[in-house]
């Protein structure tokens, strides 16, 4: 008997792109304090390519915080990678970060009274590494890169992605202490999932084809392969908050409510589809609020519905408008273009 070998979805090209990567990486040995933007980005070139395998493994063995966690060190590397590239004191930048967390590292001797405060000083003094600066931070850089090439795409990582991955999952504030909440007000020992399962994976790999286009372009070699790469795995991640959303829903809509759900879905897109009341835009806007209206009001609460009204008001507007006959709706894409 013979078995069929199903195929793995974008093995191939995800082997292309790790091979151009890792052919990037032409920085060694390490050149030091001499170091450029370019060597720098191709040190991070090499942790992403690290990453991306660490992430897909935590994927695959079903840990969603560890993979999440990857995930952020992921954009977080790309971005410094491609600022690097794009800022000419950037080297500079990072190693001045080094050296004002090297006392900070070492605070624990003197805490435990092992070394004086003022002998710690006087040996990281004679060192003689340079002056310690604070470095800049992640939200700087990604607003640098994309005003350098134009665009959005960095700060689309550091929005959609990196900033809800620090509060629901890195960080150990209110918000990720409720996630071990659930809507009755119950405690549950498992957290509510803030990403899609497979979304680390595709933000890791949009990340890695990112960046190897940056580091290609920059080096003159071709990279059109690693951007569509990019492309393709960045517009199948879905933005964290929207996951825990349409978890929210599910939990809420009891299986009673769900036909009619879907039956009221499909009803009030055949409406827009059709352009019916196409000449009394109000009409249009008020038929469509009261449809959407309808739908959120079973899955919240009663008490939190008033604070929606101002978000129903605005996208009720913009689906009339931009369903007009004569206007098409544009495509929105997660992570586009080479960053």
């Known amino acids: 008997m013979v078995l069929a070998v199903l195929p793995v979805p974008d093995l191939v090209t995800r082997i292309r792109v790790r091979r151009t990567a890792r052919r990037l990486v032409a920085c060694d040995p390490w050149p030091g304090m001499a170091a450029t933007g370019e060597d720098a980005a191709q040190l991070a070139l090499l942790r992403v390519l690290w990453l991306q395998r660490q992430t897909r493994r935590a994927v695959r063995?079903?840990?969603?915080?560890?993979?999440?966690?990857?995930?952020?060190?992921?954009?977080?590397?790309?971005?410094?990678?491609?600022?690097?590239?794009?800022?000419?004191?950037?080297?500079?930048?990072?190693?001045?970060?080094?050296?004002?967390?090297?006392?900070?590292?070492?605070?624990?001797?003197?805490?435990?009274?092992?070394?004086?405060?003022?002998?710690?000083?006087?040996?990281?003094?004679?060192?003689?590494?340079?002056?310690?600066?604070?470095?800049?931070?992640?939200?700087?850089?990604?607003?640098?890169?994309?005003?350098?090439?134009?665009?959005?795409?960095?700060?689309?990582?550091?929005?959609?992605?990196?900033?809800?991955?620090?509060?629901?999952?890195?960080?150990?504030?209110?918000?990720?202490?409720?996630l071990h909440v659930t809507a009755s007000g119950k405690l549950t020992r498992r957290p509510a999932r803030t990403w899609a399962r497979r979304s680390p994976a595709r933000i890791a790999d949009s990340c890695l084809g990112a960046l190897t286009a940056a580091v290609a372009q920059r080096a003159g070699v071709g990279y059109a392969r690693a951007v569509k790469y990019a492309d393709k795995h960045g517009e199948r991640a879905l933005v964290p908050v929207a996951v825990m959303s349409s978890g929210g829903f599910r939990l809420a809509l009891a299986p009673r409510q769900l036909v009619s759900t879907l039956r009221q879905l499909k009803e009030t897109g055949d409406y827009i589809r059709s352009g019916r009341d196409a000449g009394d835009p109000a009409a249009r806007a008020a038929t469509v609020r009261a449809a959407m209206e309808a739908l959120l009001s079973a899955a919240l609460l009663d008490e939190s519905a008033d604070a929606l009204d101002p978000f129903l008001d605005f996208i009720a507007g913009k689906i009339v408008t931009e369903s007009a006959p004569e206007q098409a709706m544009p495509a929105a894409r997660a992570v586009g273009g080479v960053i």
């Open 61 to 178: 063995r079903r840990q969603p915080e560890a993979a999440v966690m990857l995930a952020r060190v992921t954009i977080e590397t790309t971005i410094t990678g491609v600022y690097c590239l794009h800022q000419p004191g950037a080297v500079a930048q990072l190693h001045g970060e080094n050296l004002r967390s090297l006392p900070l590292l070492l605070q624990f001797l003197t805490d435990a009274d092992l070394i004086p405060a003022s002998v710690l000083t006087e040996c990281i003094g004679r060192l003689d590494l340079g002056t310690p600066v604070k470095g800049p931070a992640m939200e700087a850089m990604a607003r640098h890169v994309d005003k350098s090439i134009g665009g959005g795409a960095a700060m689309s990582l550091y929005d959609r992605f990196y900033r809800p991955a620090s509060t629901l999952t890195m960080h150990g504030g209110g918000a990720a202490l409720m």
